[in-house]
């Protein structure tokens, strides 16, 4: 007869170049579990029933998963990020181009600073990290 109690999490971080030397943390339930380095796997044990699941790297957090854990279950989670297009990633930073220009023209110092809240907005909007269950 087994009473065990946990399962396993085995989290995969696909590589990527943009963040090769970033340090990514896991958290369960709120609480910090272990760190992830680019193209790295972390097997971390959970107890079983319903836990939550996100990674985090400086203040950006990835969407929250639940999992259902099962005693002497290997649960895989992948973290990914959002891949755009070439050519989309083109448009969106020619728009951004296109709009500071105007807003710098238009409102001088006072633009620069918009123009460079709004590109840092959208620079970490994209870059999100995604978690998915395999």
């Given at each position: 007869?087994?009473?065990?109690?946990?399962?396993?999490?085995?989290?995969?971080r696909?590589?990527h170049?943009?963040?090769?030397?970033?340090?990514?943390?896991i958290?369960?339930?709120?609480?910090?579990?272990?760190?992830?380095k680019?193209?790295?796997?972390?097997?971390?044990?959970?107890?079983?029933?319903?836990?939550?699941?996100?990674?985090?790297?400086?203040?950006v957090?990835?969407?929250i998963?639940?999992?259902?854990?099962?005693?002497?279950?290997?649960?895989?989670?992948?973290?990914?990020?959002?891949?755009?297009?070439?050519?989309?990633?083109?448009?969106?930073?020619?728009?951004?181009?296109?709009?500071?220009?105007?807003?710098?023209?238009?409102?001088?110092?006072?633009?620069l600073?918009?123009?460079?809240?709004?590109?840092?907005?959208?620079?970490?909007?994209?870059?999100?990290?995604?978690?998915?269950?395999?």
């Amino acid at each position: 007869m087994n009473f065990s109690t946990f399962g396993k999490i085995e989290f995969y971080r696909i590589s990527h170049f943009r963040y090769k030397y970033e340090k990514f943390t896991i958290f369960q339930n709120g609480s910090a579990v272990g760190k992830i380095k680019n193209d790295e796997t972390v097997s971390l044990k959970a107890k079983t029933g319903k836990q939550l699941f996100w990674v985090k790297y400086n203040w950006v957090k990835s969407n929250i998963i639940e999992i259902d854990v099962k005693p002497d279950n290997t649960h895989k989670i992948v973290v990914e990020f959002a891949s755009y297009s070439f050519l989309k990633g083109l448009a969106i930073s020619l728009a951004f181009c296109i709009f500071i220009g105007l807003v710098l023209t238009l409102l001088g110092a006072l633009g620069l600073v918009i123009g460079g809240v709004l590109v840092g907005l959208s620079y970490f909007q994209t870059t999100k990290p995604k978690l998915k269950i395999i």
